[in-house]
């Protein structure tokens, strides 16, 4: 029997997912906190894409690392929704905690930042040498898309890398598919960037770029447009790190340089070439650094984010799927309720408007508002349609309250009802009218013949 799985959170949304934190809960009611990653809807419906995605999903699922989140389900909804069940990291993201230490006006330390890049070439040279459990032959698999976002902080030190199963779709689906790559190219390499086939060392590059952005709190390849992104990529020229922070030594500047080489054959050939190099350079400096001071920064960070969490508008998560929801079936109903004024001929449009009198006040007036044909023709056609106005009738006294106007005709009348009833309403007081003006004219004549 399948887990099931309960939303709890709302943790996270991009522009190819969303993430939620959950409960898995078993058979024999075992409970454990699980992350749930929903693929947004416009995805998949790109045949190509769910292709893709469904094979470096089921790829994933041979990861098994301490540096790499876990994928433990694979799940597809009655929709065509698709869902990755993952194992939850409580902590934050690498770019929550840079965001932390800008704020606070300060880089993280040259140490912090080598001993988390040691830990990711861990995960992706796992990664890199996989072979397959049953034929053992090499899976070839490549990140293609090492990013602060998918590099998790634990709140106990631990460092995880995430998205294996969807890097590959992401970087190979169609240019078709707006906001799929978009942020992206920053980490990209020069060879993904030109079009050419990428292999493991693409990840390297990418560790290059987060290295050099955090020694020097900038960013390296960064246009105005996703075009002059991808070119200051292909071009890949580095910018002195020690002009920029003049703390990092020549030795340490030259290790980010030879992973940021254009020509891949220049780089590290392996990410635990590149993780080596930086331990050797701790070591020899006598830098201690464990996942202790790692945790330290990632509760600061956690403490900040549950602030801005408290401070934001509550939204329930389950009225969040709702809407979610609603919003997609929002333009059926618009089509039915079109379709169904079609049909009853109240669609309303130019040249469609019912010209019945009892619907407009005055036709002129509701031309403009409406946007109905305002030229002569039109105009003179509405004018024939409305019905002549009433003469106006001689100055009579002033009626009843129209309270007791309608008390006296519900007793009078008291089955007619609708427009006959106020016909028959008017009738009454008219004649009532009348007799108050006959017994007031004999009221007047018996006095005059008395004097």
């Known amino acids: 029997m399948r887990d099931r799985y309960t939303i709890t959170e709302r943790l996270d949304a991009g522009g190819m997912a969303e993430v939620f934190r959950g409960v898995a809960e078993s058979m024999e009611g075992f409970k454990k906190a699980v ?10 419906k790109n045949q190509k894409f769910v292709a893709m995605f469904l094979d470096e999903a089921r790829l994933s699922l041979f990861l098994q690392h301490a540096n790499i989140v876990q994928v433990f389900d694979i799940s597809k909804t009655p929709d065509n929704a698709y869902f990755l069940v993952m194992e939850y990291v409580d902590g934050c993201n690498l770019k929550a905690l840079i965001d932390r230490q800008k704020q606070r006006g300060k880089r993280l330390e040259a140490a912090h930042t080598i001993y988390l890049m040691t830990e990711c070439c861990k995960a992706l040279n796992y990664a890199h040498v996989l072979e397959h459990p049953e034929t053992g032959e090499p899976l070839g698999i490549v990140h293609r898309d090492i990013s602060p976002p998918n590099i998790l902080l634990s709140k106990n030190g631990e460092v995880k890398l995430v998205d294996f199963g969807l890097a590959k779709a992401n970087s190979q689906i169609e240019s078709t598919d707006p906001g799929v790559v978009k942020g992206k190219f920053s980490y990209l390499s020069p060879e993904a960037a030109s079009g050419v086939e990428v292999d493991h060392r693409a990840d390297v590059f990418a560790v290059g770029i987060i290295l050099w952005e955090m020694f020097t709190g900038r960013r390296l390849f960064h246009g105005d447009t996703d075009y002059q992104t991808v070119e200051l990529v292909r071009q890949a020229r580095v910018p002195s790190i020690q002009a920029l922070n003049p703390e990092i030594e020549p030795e340490l500047e030259q290790v980010v340089r030879k992973a940021l080489a254009l020509n891949p054959d220049d780089r590290y050939q392996h990410a635990a070439d590149l993780g080596d190099a930086l331990s050797q350079y701790l070591f020899s400096r006598r830098m201690k650094v464990t996942a202790r001071d790692i945790a330290q920064l990632v509760r600061d960070t956690q403490i900040e984010q549950m602030r801005k969490r408290s401070s934001a508008p509550k939204e329930s998560v389950i009225d969040a799927l709702i809407n979610d929801e609603v919003q997609r079936l929002s333009s059926l ?9 079609t049909a009853s001929g109240t669609q309303t449009g130019e040249g469609s408007l019912s010209l019945d009198p009892s619907h407009f ?11 109905i044909d305002s030229s002569a023709d039109h105009q003179a056609a509405l004018r024939r349609a409305q019905p002549a106005p009433p003469e106006r009738p001689s100055p009579v006294p002033r009626p009843a309250p129209a309270s007791e106007v309608e008390s006296l005709s519900s007793m009078l009348e008291p089955d007619r009802t609708g427009v006959h009833a106020q016909r028959g309403s008017t009738t009454v007081i008219v004649a009532i009218v009348v007799l108050l003006l006959i017994a007031a004219a004999a009221g007047a004549f018996v006095v005059t013949q008395v004097l």
């Open 361 to 371: 006040v005055d036709t002129s007036a509701w031309a403009t508002d409406l946007g």
């Open 35 to 44: 992350a749930i990653k929903r693929v947004l809807p416009n995805l998949t």
């Open 333 to 341: 109903v618009g089509q039915e309720e079109a379709a169904a004024a």
